[in-house]
């Protein structure tokens, strides 16, 4: 089991940064693929990026490719999506996501995560 709390939402400008983290308790952080999701008001939510247990990234929405990060520190047991070149079209409740897997990444379907978190809002606003 594994509980997984976001934290760094907020609210920025278009064009700016920030960075969101993924805080695991329970056992096995490090068995885990890690995954972040986002939903925009009247949107279903998608996949944007993953991090599988031995680093390799794989990316979901194209939208984000050069200018989204994900990382993970399973000393400390968490994840973090770096968000980069923000446009307003990322506004988002932004969850991140966990299934035990010994390789890889498992895919950008919600069906395939076991463990999500509460969530954090980021709105890209000026």
């Known amino acids: 089991q594994l509980q997984l709390v976001e934290s760094g939402g907020g609210l920025v400008q278009p064009g700016g940064s920030l960075r969101l983290s993924c805080t695991a308790s329970g056992r096995s952080f490090d068995y885990h693929a890690i995954a972040w999701f986002r939903q925009a008001p009247g949107k279903e939510r998608e996949g944007v990026l993953c991090i599988s247990r031995h680093g390799d990234i794989s990316i979901y929405a194209d939208s984000v490719r050069g200018r989204f990060g994900i990382s993970r520190d399973n000393a400390r047991n968490s994840a973090s999506l770096q968000m980069g070149s923000l446009r307003t079209e990322d506004t988002a409740v932004y969850y991140c996501?966990?299934?035990?897997?010994?390789?890889?990444?498992?895919?950008?379907?919600?069906?395939?995560?076991?463990?999500w978190g509460q969530g954090t809002q980021v709105t890209v606003s000026s």
């Open positions: 996501a966990a299934v035990a897997r010994l390789r890889g990444c498992p895919g950008a379907r919600e069906s395939q995560y076991d463990y």
